[in-house]
């Protein structure tokens, strides 16, 4: 790969030499078929190695008012589903911006685009369309669209949600340095030229030599191959031909976030979550699969009248019939397990209670040992880990045995559900581990995400930082949680489309399950 950088520092075009086999004339709009006219919330697109494409030509014209055009280029796509939220052009040369406003005459080197997801083969029409490009031009996209998306159509947290049809918003980065923004409506027929971004280009990405880049990848290739402990799990990788494969390309970057988009596209293949390659604060787009959320939080709390917050990982509460509910929602709070305290000492006269991991991405798990604690009988282990020693892939040292312990001032032994789903991760599902040994809790939902690392951060001298997870996780029994997780005891099959604010599968499925149990054997958790 060879990135063409402009006299700005700006990145226009990644010749694809590792790109997949072109086909010609490529139908963009059965790609991406249009399944949303609008969203009632953000969304949050991806933008991966599939939705990089070749250009033989690209054009932008709304009548005499605007055209901007060029020759060969490349597009990156970020998607939600199927349907396309937002486009960014990169010329091979500069694009021509004709206009009767502002920006006439001068020369785009990215353009960002949004429109409705219906209008990409118009944008985009099939004869323009060569083949598939080179992957790692998805990086630079992902930064300009964290740096354009929030004038229109697009929640205040910066996530975009679909955009009316019949408008395209064009945002052109030139040349000459300023920011060229074009508000087309063809449904009126008119175009707005929006003056406060000219001067708010997206930043340039520092340049960077080809031996500081080479440097840069064979320090972050030698790290893996010398302390990472997931290749025993992935045998079809083959660290060694990836070398070859990028190394090259990394020299040739010629920029900080070129060379850290090669990193993250060779990383990727590790298939791990918590491996993440950051140029400065840009996170550059890396390995991703779906984990479809299992539950939804208005209704959840609803269902358990969880109406008491406290700090920022607890929400709890009770049912009218004395069932109690205790929503941990990370681990970051280092007041949670006092929180948890608080809580059952309100909870102590319920008969069951429902404990949800579902929304809990990880954080701390000395926190999580600390709530458990509340729950389990005697000392027990949770999960086993070991560590690589050796230059072999599967060399490991010792197996060590991580375990918790009761907790003052009394444990809760009345029934328990956990609920847990995909998107319980890291040391969550540590946590879920941990219950899943008290002999009062049964675990339900989903399997968990089968992502651990206790990472350490590489950071490199060029501004790039990647996280490199260091362990090999495992249950008590000794299998390995990457890639697969830990499954319930009770697996409550749901579809996305079956959760909605007056509605969540699971928690009513750990509801009707703890209310079989017959009333003269209901007794308090504190006993």
């Known amino acids: 790969m060879r990135l063409v950088v402009d006299r700005t520092g700006r990145m226009l075009l990644a010749v694809a030499l590792l790109a997949?086999?072109?086909?010609?004339?490529?139908?963009?709009?059965?790609?991406?078929?249009?399944?949303?006219?609008?969203?009632?919330?953000?969304?949050?697109?991806?933008c991966s190695a599939e939705d990089v494409w070749e250009l033989k030509s690209f054009e932008f014209r709304f009548g005499k008012d605007l055209r901007i055009a060029c020759k060969r280029?490349?597009?990156?796509?970020?998607?939600?589903?199927?349907n396309v939220l937002w486009a960014v052009v990169f010329p091979a040369e500069p694009a021509e911006i004709e206009t009767i406003q502002v920006g006439d005459g001068e020369r785009a080197t990215s353009i960002f685009l949004r429109f409705a997801p219906a209008e990409l083969g118009n944008i985009f029409p099939t004869k323009t369309v060569k083949g598939r490009g080179a992957p790692w031009m998805r990086s630079e996209a992902v930064r300009i669209s964290r740096h354009?998306?929030?004038w229109k159509w697009?929640?205040?947290?910066?996530?975009?949600?679909?955009?009316?049809?019949?408008?395209?918003?064009?945002?052109?980065?030139?040349?000459?340095?300023?920011?060229?923004?074009?508000?087309v409506d063809r449904n009126g027929g008119t175009m707005e030229y929006v003056a406060e971004f000219a001067s708010k280009p997206v930043p340039a990405s520092a340049p960077i030599g080809e031996q500081a880049a080479l440097a840069a990848f064979d320090e972050t290739w030698a790290a893996f191959d010398r302390e990472y402990a997931g290749f025993v799990l992935l045998p079809k990788v083959d660290w060694k031909k990836l070398a070859k494969t990028y190394r090259g390309p990394a020299g040739e970057a010629g920029t900080t976030h070129g060379v850290a988009a090669v990193l993250a596209d060779m990383l990727a293949h590790l298939e791990d979550l918590h491996v993440w390659v950051k140029a400065g604060e840009d996170w550059l787009p890396g390995y991703t699969r779906d984990r479809p959320l299992n539950g939804n939080w208005k209704a959840s709390q609803t269902l358990a009248s969880a109406t008491q917050k406290a700090g920022d990982n607890l929400f709890w509460g009770r049912t009218e019939d004395g069932i109690g509910y205790l929503g941990v929602h990370g681990l970051s709070d280092t007041k949670l397990p006092d929180h948890v305290d608080a809580a059952l000492e309100r909870l102590a006269d319920t008969w069951a209670l429902v404990v949800d991991l579902r929304f809990n991405g990880g954080g701390d798990e000395l926190l999580a040992r600390g709530v458990a604690g509340r729950f389990v009988d005697e000392e027990r282990v949770y999960s086993k880990n070991k560590y690589r020693a050796g230059s072999k892939h599967n060399s490991f040292g010792p197996t060590h045995e991580r375990r918790f312990t009761p907790r003052d001032p009394w444990r809760y032994e009345a029934p328990v559900v956990l609920l847990q789903g995909q998107r319980t991760m890291s040391s969550a599902e540590s946590m879920a581990l941990m219950f899943a040994q008290c002999p009062q809790v049964t675990t339900m939902g989903d399997r968990t995400a089968g992502s651990s690392a206790n990472p350490r951060r590489l950071v490199l001298e060029v501004g790039i930082t990647v996280n490199l997870p260091r362990w090999l996780d495992m249950d008590p029994a000794g299998n390995p949680i990457e890639h697969v997780g830990m499954a319930p005891d009770v697996v409550i099959k749901a579809a996305p489309g079956d959760f909605s604010n007056t509605a969540d599968p699971v928690m009513e499925a750990a509801l009707a399950r703890l209310r079989k149990i017959p009333k003269s054997k209901r007794a308090p958790g504190r006993r």
């Open 148 to 150: 354009k998306i929030g």
């Open 20 to 46: 997949p086999a072109l086909v010609a004339g490529e139908n963009l709009a059965k790609v991406y078929p249009a399944t949303m006219s609008w969203s009632q919330q953000g969304l949050f697109p991806i």
């Open 154 to 183: 697009s929640t205040p947290a910066g996530n975009p949600t679909i955009v009316q049809p019949g408008w395209c918003l064009v945002d052109a980065d030139t040349e000459e340095g300023a920011r060229r923004f074009y508000a």
């Open 73 to 82: 280029a490349t597009v990156a796509f970020g998607r939600h589903e199927t």
